[in-house]
């Protein structure tokens, strides 16, 4: 069917009549009435993801109404003799609200037990609450940090993490058999229950339990937070408040949750500029520490004040180092090859070398903390100390089974004024881990290709890197080449071997100096991502400044020949 047929079909019952005028309407403008219903909504790396608007390939009550009838058929299957229970939560984004009432009646219509958050809530929360409330499935409407035009739909299962193999093929294949006719949308009130408060305190109380900082480490320490008009202002003061943190600070100016995000182009904590408000704040204070949350608060990014007072805002593989480091050596007298870290296969490298020098696993999964979280869940044997990814999202523990920025920026914290308190600082701290591990140097570069003319860009790109092989990038020999599509390894001697991941539309190029390469379409936004790390070994902390300009000039070299 053809997307002139698609919007046909919208402008009849079951559809309603402002629906099917406004696809009306959209016939005056052919490019957009193609986007629109070109193809179906699919779910990525975070669920599913896109515009709001009408139209198959747009977010709106049908599109997400087909998608929990689906759900809820699939759920009824899989547990036959069960009262079925769902949890929702939702962010601060235009709709949010009225598409989780959208979603909670239609389960509700399905005879399902539903608890629906009172107000917005942070993603994490609603990770947590699936196994604190024992629910069979989680939902939380968000679009992470995508522009306002964008909300979203992500989906979680009874263990607390995103869908995986086998229920997400198996609730997709569910949701296309759903017909738009067959949505129930008319609620039933007394299967739809109000929570907040026992919750919030619940998370709280397992976010708490990194915090080890003496009461003096922590009077004598200064934290400026941004939620960047977000979820996390909900959460974040009062966790730290029960820390102890005395010297807690917010950026007023964007503290209301607004899904505009008016003083900001992005509400992207790896954005320099969506930290800028936060950042004159944290001068303005004398601050120790900034930390800048996404709308969902599931990611966050922070600033530290380097060896000469100057912030610098750290990427997310720093952070993670970090934070991986701190957390193996709370666990040293008891660390085992039981213990394990997690990490995806587009983060910085470092990890595996981290993890081998504590003598634990670090287990690599594709891009998505739901690969973190069903680490946990097939290998129940082994202990999960955290996880982390390039993307600015870690984990701590296992009590959430996703990015988690209330907690992780928690323990940022923590380090912090511990390293502060002995003189040190975060940014040493990190210093000295290259110091130790390698000093390792990552770039990405994403290249934004809209509508269905980027979409098959984007994929005629991936078809020319695969089809076209280079031996050599910026005249360093390929030795590797991990086609995650294929699952197949390739090497320089023409050999080969199998690849133990699932399917997914990535590249990898492994060099011959140790640098990587990584390229993948992005599942939640119309980009093709590049991702680069470059390393050498660090003599000392006096030679930091100079050895990483030379990886960030090796590292251009890699770009340029690319050509992006």
Known sequence: MNFKQ???????????????????????????????????????????????????????????????????????????????????AYDCRHNSKSLAETVAAVFSANDIEVYLFSDLRPTPELSFAVRYLNVHCGIVLTASHNPPEYNGYKVYWKDGGQIVPPHDHKIIAQIEQTDFDAIQFEANPSKIHLIDKEVDDAFCKTALQVSKASEA???????????????????????FEAAGYSQFHSVREQEIP???????????????AALALGLEKAEELDADLLIGTDPDADRFGIAVRDTKGVFQILNGNQTMLVLTRYLLEQYLETLSQKHFIGSTIVSSPIMPVLASHFGVECKLGLTGFKWIAKMIEDYPNQTFIAGGEESYGYMVGD??????????????????????????????????????????????????????????????????YRTNPTKSIAGIAIEQVDDFN?????????????????????????????????????GTEPKIKFYFSVNTKLKNAAAFDATKKILAVQCRKLIQSLGI
């Open 258 to 272: 607004n899904g505009d995000f008016p003083t900001v182009t992005s509400p992207n904590p790896e954005e320099r």
């Open 217 to 239: 480490a922590k009077a004598n320490f200064s934290v400026v937070f941004t939620s960047l008009h977000g979820t996390a202002i909900t959460l974040m003061p009062q966790v």
């Open 399 to 464: 009590q959430v089974r996703d990015k988690d920025a209330i907690t992780s920026a928690l323990l940022a914290a923590e380090i912090a004024a511990i390293q502060k308190s002995k003189g040190s600082s975060f940014y040493e701290y990190l210093i000295d881990s290259y110091v130790k591990y390698g000093l390792y140097h990552e770039e990405l570069i994403s290249l934004t290709k809209k509508g269905k003319a980027g979409f098959e860009e984007i994929q005629q790109m991936m078809h020319a």
């Open 486 to 522: 294929s699952q197949i390894s390739r090497f320089a001697d023409d050999t080969e071997r199998s690849l133990a991941f699932p399917k997914s539309n990535v590249l990898r190029f492994i060099l011959s100096d140790g640098s990587q390469i990584a390229v993948r379409p992005s």
């Open 6 to 88: 698609k919007a046909a079909q919208w402008q009849h019952a079951p559809f309603d009549i402002a629906t099917q005028k406004q696809v009306a309407e959209l016939h005056a403008k052919p490019t957009e009435l193609e986007d629109a219903f070109y193809k179906d909504l699919e779910f990525g790396t975070g669920g599913i993801r896109g515009i709001m608007g009408v139209g198959t390939n747009r977010i709106n009550k049908y599109t997400l109404g087909k998608s929990t009838q689906g759900l809820a058929t699939y759920l009824k299957q899989q547990f036959p003799s069960e009262t079925i229970k769902v949890v929702i």
